[in-house]
């Protein structure tokens, strides 16, 4: 399975993975793929150079990128205090009584709130890239569209292509216009922000829109290599693979994720949800006791972004501590029914490639 | 393109065409595909026996299928009237105050109201199965799940297979073990009636659940040759499509829909809806200023079937005969973005195999 992309990138396999796994991101570019490490967590900039300085001595020279979250126009920041008083006590309220309701015990008393995800924030948002281009990174992908100008242009100046998520065919063409090098093609299916049109429809929409000018990879519902080849007969030029990994297990190096798979590996493609209450745009998420609080008639209509996020960092913090398979917070597409197992990436990415291979022998044996 | 479809059904290509048209089905059984026949809209047996010798006398021997809509366990039915007595006096006012805002003007006083689609009754749906058992039809399908066990053996007696529309591969394998032949694996971007699983996830889950016992065939995001060989890479003996007929030249023969023809041609793939508005189960439709109304903050909830369909029967017959683009009621998926042109079925079926081809073409150069 060889594309163009796999020149570009000098990749093995067009397979993109994208984790906030230093340790996931490393395993895939070791096994052939393109590792994408996410940011948006790392509040300190420091925190990114040393998981960073750790990928360049783990990665065996193969080739990673990183996955940032900066909107395309500078929003007016505040710090989170400012920002917080544009939250409902209503709002409040209902977080507090429904973490008692479902058991999620405070955080204890030596322990103040780590202050939540700040990656979104413009500002840290930067910091990622300017720590990212210290590095051999081989692709910055920005998971809410195109990213600032001067961005993009940082990135090129440094030889690096920057990657954009599309939910639309509109959206591929804007990005590819203020000079997106990559667009994903974010289907209906996948995991965390995503728009309505499923990866079937989408994915040739976006390929006739912009794929004779740059690659398109497919996101949102590839897990196995039948999907692979099917969104290569669609016209993409390699996938971006999201859920798949949160069940590898590297996953849970340096992350303390076990409540966390063992909800995954339960879940059928039935058990997500497309739900704002993430970060105030719509995004999948695994369907637990959490997320249908939310869908119940006396729950509040999620704030817009990002201070619903803020509402809600500090009991992502205590659900994440309490542990609770059945109260969890996580952004997954549906292909988490096909998560059944905690494997190692090389695994996976050898099971992606012998099928994808057994799948070309089946359809051409159709001719 | 040749699959274990093709001689089970006598098919040149295994291609299924669902359409409420004769004159599509029959073009579509001409080009080489199965053409299906949706019977839901007779309410008079003696109309659809008409429909079904027209087909027999303009399909070339080629062999044919129907689609009838029948619940897996018979309700207790009433006549039309007798379940009005259920509908809200305050959705009968929301219909007429829509209607009249958006300039969908009454019935001429000469004629009453049609009496709405009875095809969901359970009577009408057998006089459906009896009616088409009498003609030489190679498939009875079932847009509401497993038929009953006593319409699967009258079929199986007559040698006619069945098949059923699964949304979960839960469905699928209750359809299998009920004794269905055929399973359609209904993804979410399909029109009609639809579940929330995308089909680059629920048609491989299908196809593991059940496809070594029956022939699945991927409905949802099918319009092109390069989603025949998505949904082939994906497991699929077959296609089924719906909405890719609805603009072709033949489907006006007989069934005046130019507006709706013309509201299909403009529409983006973002241009349509999921809801409950149209039978009362979640259905995609063409987003129009009908269904905009309807996702109001003042519109009420839509009613359980069959009561919805009921509601909204004559308002559909009042819409149909407006004739106003921006106001139709229409089920339709995904793919509506991809038809801008109206055609005849055999240039359509033309263009599936090239591109399909072309394709194949394509992935086997990736190795």
């Not at 090098?181 to 995503?194: I, M």
């Not at 303390?256 to 209450?277: E, F, G, H, K, N």
């Not at 729950?299 to 109260?327: K, Y």
């Amino acid at each position: 399975m060889r594309t163009e992309l796999c020149d570009r990138f000098g990749v093995e396999h067009p397979i993109v993975g994208f984790t906030p796994s230093e340790h996931v991101a490393a395993a895939i570019s070791r096994a052939g793929g393109l590792g994408v490490l996410g940011c948006v967590r790392y509040n300190d900039a420091a925190d990114l150079e040393a998981a960073l300085s750790w990928m360049d001595a783990n990665t065996d020279g193969r080739p990673y990128g990183v996955d940032v979250v900066m909107p395309s126009t500078v929003p007016t920041e505040g710090t989170q205090l400012d920002l917080s008083e544009f939250i409902p006590a209503e709002h409040r309220a209902f977080v507090e009584r429904t973490l008692a309701d479902l058991g999620v015990p405070p955080l204890p008393d030596d322990e103040r709130a780590g202050g939540g995800v700040l990656g979104w924030l413009h500002s840290v948002a930067r910091s990622h890239v300017d720590v990212a281009l210290k590095h051999p990174v081989r692709l910055i992908a920005n998971a809410l569209g195109s990213p600032p100008p001067d961005v993009i242009e940082q990135a090129r100046a440094c030889g690096v292509p920057v990657a954009a998520l599309a939910g639309t065919a509109e959206h591929a063409r804007r990005h590819v216009a203020k000079g997106v090098d990559v667009v994903v093609a974010q289907g209906y299916e996948a995991g965390g922000h995503t728009g309505e049109i499923a990866s079937m429809v989408l994915l040739p929409e976006v390929v006739d829109a912009v794929g004779e000018r740059v690659p398109v990879l497919a996101a949102g519902g590839i897990g196995s290599g039948r999907q692979i080849a099917a969104a290569l007969a669609l016209g993409a030029q390699g996938v971006w693979m999201g859920s798949a990994w949160l069940t590898t297990a590297e996953y849970t190096q340096g992350l303390a994720a076990s409540a966390t798979q063992q909800a995954l590996l339960a879940a059928t493609s039935a058990d997500t949800v497309r739900s704002r209450i993430y970060s105030g745009k719509p995004a999948r998420l695994l369907k637990t006791r959490w997320t249908q609080a939310w869908a119940a008639p006396d729950a509040p209509e999620p704030l817009p972004m990002p201070l619903q996020n803020i509402l809600v960092s500090e009991a992502h913090e205590r659900i994440q501590r309490s542990a609770d398979p059945e109260v969890v917070a996580m952004p997954v597409g549906q292909i988490v029914g096909r998560l059944n197992e905690v494997r190692p990436v090389a695994e996976v990415v050898a099971d992606l490639l012998a099928e994808f291979d057994r799948t070309l022998d089946r359809l051409h044996a159709l001719r």
